[in-house]
């Protein structure tokens, strides 16, 4: 049975999906429209046809992701059920891959495949899924093949200047495109795919560095919203528990660095579907190491509940389960000294590219660019060792569903060294 009624959920401001139930779910009826128009005769990319076979051949995986299609969640006022077989849920994530998110002042799903998803994340089958390995190798070849489509000429139809398009003037503003790079007279602002313009570079002058002669202050890695200020944080912790308290050694992905870090302070911050998506260094120093850890993508925090259907509400324990790159900088500052920066991917938001130069042994600038997302916003962590920050610029510690915390942009002042 499905529940009646709709909410508003100022947990999903983040930006990929639309703060009104009700307006999801025009969007998914909307989109289930959009695929039956096509006929259930429309072939399935390969990947899908994979998935298939993977669901035909291996039981637990069959039952798992038909167990979470048949499951009602709990937390979450649906008015209908939107996904009613494992066929249509291929076919709607079928249609997913050769599109791309359109512009919305008030409701947009800039994550449609977490959007297609979303009714499955909190049962109990799909905790159980979208832990599985079997099930995220799969998804990565999914995401992998809408990459491949986003990152075409042809992603570029979502760069026009209707009301849903990029280039609108809403979209322009929402966006702050006078911030960044583009050529206004070209007929895509001199993007090549979308892709291309979800990963746009700044503006000459814009987010100057703070205080770039003074090795103390460090800088925001990136142009987020904080979440959480944790101190005096352990070595292993049950991450999966309520308050998702974090675990260096898991976050570290048992790195030989995590004995630097106990005791000392994670700050997580997340980024919007509109933020600026790359990263920076947070301070002058060497890069010590610096790799993608294979994860998750959809998988949340059982503990949270009902909540756990919103992926900003598992940010804790997405930093130690989730796909994310981990980069190690020895800061120049000796008070500083050992610096982890992990970008964390979220839901689709989960390819983390390392930049070229950021190799063991180079020289890193503060606030120089380390690597980006692609497709839209996630979240980042910042480790700092014992002693090593003094104060944090934040006007208050933010805490996990702040709805008044302020975005800090990249490149500014974030804390002083002790």
Same mark, same amino acid.
Request: no cysteine; hydrophobic share 45%.
């Given at each position: 049975m499905v529940n009646e009624g709709s909410s508003t959920d100022v947990k999903r401001r983040a930006g990929? =999906?639309?703060?009104?139930?009700?307006?999801?779910?025009?969007?998914?009826?909307?989109?289930? /429209?959009?695929?039956?128009?096509?006929?259930?005769? #429309? *072939?399935?990319?390969?990947?899908?046809? /994979?998935?298939?076979?993977?669901?035909?051949?291996d039981p637990i995986v069959r039952m798992y992701v038909t167990q979470m299609v048949e499951q009602v969640p709990t937390g979450k006022q649906y008015k209908e059920r939107h996904v009613k077989d494992v066929p249509q849920l291929l076919r709607l994530i079928n249609e997913v891959l050769t599109m791309t998110p359109e512009f919305s002042v008030g409701g947009m799903v800039s994550t449609p495949l977490a959007g297609i998803l979303d009714w499955t994340l909190a049962t109990p089958a799909?905790?159980?899924a979208y832990r599985d390995p079997?099930?995220?190798? +799969?998804?990565?070849?999914?995401?992998? @093949?809408? @990459?491949?489509?986003l990152n075409s000429p042809d992603s570029l139809s979502a760069l026009n200047r209707s009301e849903t398009g990029w280039m609108s003037p809403e979209a322009e503003r929402a966006v702050g495109m006078s911030d960044y790079a583009h050529d206004p007279d070209d007929?895509?602002?001199?993007?090549?795919?979308?892709?291309?313009?979800?990963? $746009?570079?700044?503006?000459?002058?814009? $987010? !100057? %560095?703070?205080? *770039?002669?003074?090795?103390?202050?460090?800088?925001?890695a990136c142009e987020s919203t904080p979440y959480r200020i944790s101190t005096d944080v352990k070595r292993r912790d049950r991450f999966w528990a309520k308050s998702q308290p974090y675990s260096l050694e898991d976050m570290l992905a048992h790195d030989e660095s995590v004995d630097e870090f106990v005791g000392g302070t994670v700050y997580q911050a997340f980024l919007s579907a509109l933020n600026y998506h790359r990263w920076h260094s947070p301070v002058a120093g060497?890069?010590? $190491?610096?790799?993608?850890?294979? &994860? #998750?993508?959809?998988?949340?925090?059982?503990? /949270?509940?009902?909540?756990? @259907?919103?992926?900003? /509400?598992?940010?804790?324990?997405?930093?130690? +389960?989730? #796909?994310?790159?981990?980069? =190690?900088?020895?800061?120049?500052? *000796? %008070?500083i000294g050992l610096v982890a920066f992990i970008a964390i991917g979220m839901v689709e938001v989960s390819t983390c590219l390392i930049s070229d130069h950021v190799r063991p042994g180079y020289h890193v600038a503060k606030g120089e660019e380390l690597g980006c997302f692609q497709f839209g916003g996630s979240s980042e962590c910042l480790i700092f060792r014992p002693g090593a920050v003094s104060e944090?610029?934040?006007?208050?510690?933010?805490? !996990? &569903?702040?709805?008044? @915390?302020? =975005?800090?942009?990249?490149?500014? $002042?974030?804390?002083?060294?002790?």
């Open positions: 990929w =999906l639309p703060p009104s139930q009700d307006d999801l779910e025009a969007w998914l009826s909307g989109h289930r /429209e959009r695929t039956e128009a096509h006929g259930e005769d #429309t *072939p399935l990319h390969p990947v899908l046809v /994979e998935f298939q076979q993977l669901m035909d051949t799909g905790f159980a079997r099930i995220n190798a +799969m998804l990565k070849k999914i995401l992998n @093949a809408w @990459a491949e489509y007929e895509h602002w001199g993007f090549t795919s979308w892709n291309d313009f979800f990963t $746009r570079r700044l503006a000459e002058g814009s $987010r !100057p %560095v703070a205080a *770039p002669d003074d090795d103390k202050v460090i800088v925001s060497t890069i010590v $190491r610096a790799w993608v850890q294979e &994860g #998750t993508y959809y998988a949340e925090a059982q503990s /949270e509940g009902p909540d756990a @259907a919103e992926a900003q /509400e598992s940010q804790g324990y997405i930093a130690h +389960m989730a #796909t994310r790159a981990i980069i =190690l900088v020895q800061a120049d500052d *000796p %008070v944090f610029t934040l006007a208050a510690i933010p805490q !996990p &569903g702040d709805a008044d @915390a302020s =975005l800090v942009l990249v490149r500014s $002042r974030l804390a002083v060294a002790g």
